[in-house]
């Protein structure tokens, strides 16, 4: 079935832009993703394929390159850099994920080849944006998460333990959403103009302004989101969700499992006698972090 995007091209170059290149291919794009001999990072990066470190073997790389084609070129080399040209040529969009001016220092940049194709949208997305104080500084998902905020949001309910990172590269993600989006509006300004333009996604900007809540604590209550063990921060404490069984294990019950609130509570214990498991359940202790609204 052909996705909303079908018929247009994009190339993709540098490895944070993997997120964005996938969400267009997925969308129908035909889209080329060009590596170094040495192949992109996440080639590098497990986890692989029974255990065994292979460029080949990487299921992350796997995953975030479904449905792309691929091309190997060194740009430093003038035969290469001449098919990056043409590549560009007939491209709808560049998804350009390397460090601020590396591919203009080369003359295979925005400012050099969209003179040629003013219809082209070329998305750069970089730690800091492509301006500013801290344009070239580099950094890491660690860094990125840090700075942007989310990590204060994301722990336990003991405040003496520091604040903890999500795994999988979510700044990378974020960034790759944020710049498919303004890829999107610049396609269909693009149908009413015929121009294409420079789109300057900084990954910094990306996470802070994804905090899940946090940013707009503080602007509109100035209210700090608390975190919470096994459960979205909050201004003030909700529900527990884990609870430790009888077994000594854990069990996480989300939404929809333990009401939340006192008038329901009734319902669930007549539903569990009907299957004889509710004995202990009317003890009020098990009540009694449950909310009156």
Request: hydrophobic residues 35%; proline residues 8%; contains cysteine.
């Amino acid at each position: 079935m052909p996705g909303p995007l079908t018929g247009l091209t994009a190339l993709e170059i540098g490895d944070r832009g993997e997120v964005a290149g996938k969400l267009l291919a997925d969308a129908g794009v035909e889209l080329i993703r060009v590596e170094p001999p040495a192949g992109a990072r996440t080639r590098h990066t497990g986890p692989f394929v029974d255990d065994r470190p292979d460029p080949d073997a990487s299921l992350r790389f796997a995953y975030l390159n479904t449905n792309k084609r691929g091309v190997t070129l060194t740009l430093t080399e003038p035969g290469d850099a001449a098919r990056w040209r043409a590549l560009v040529a007939r491209a709808d969009i560049v998804v350009d994920s390397t460090d601020p001016g590396a591919l203009d220092a080369l003359g295979l940049g925005h400012d050099t080849l969209t003179g040629d194709s003013p219809s082209l949208v070329w998305c750069a997305i970089t730690p800091f944006g492509l301006t500013g104080p801290r344009r070239d500084w580099a950094t890491t998902d660690l860094v990125s998460m840090a700075l942007g905020g989310p990590p204060m949001s994301t722990g336990y309910d003991d405040h003496d333990l520091p604040p903890i990172r999500a795994d999988g590269e979510h700044s990378f993600w974020m960034a790759g959403e944020y710049a498919v989006a303004g890829i999107v509006a610049a396609l269909l300004q693009r149908t009413l103009t015929g121009k294409g333009q420079l789109i300057d996604v900084s990954i910094h900007e990306a996470v802070a302004c994804t905090t899940e809540g946090a940013f707009e604590s503080w602007e509109y209550r100035r209210r700090i989101n608390q975190r919470q063990t096994g459960r979205h921060s909050a201004p003030t404490p909700t529900p527990p969700s884990q609870f430790l069984s009888g077994d000594g294990h854990y069990m996480q019950i989300l939404g929809g499992g333990v009401p939340r609130r006192k008038h329901l509570y009734p319902l669930l214990l007549e539903w569990l006698d009907a299957h004889d498991a509710g004995q202990a359940l009317p003890d009020p202790g098990y009540s009694r972090a449950l909310s009156d609204g």
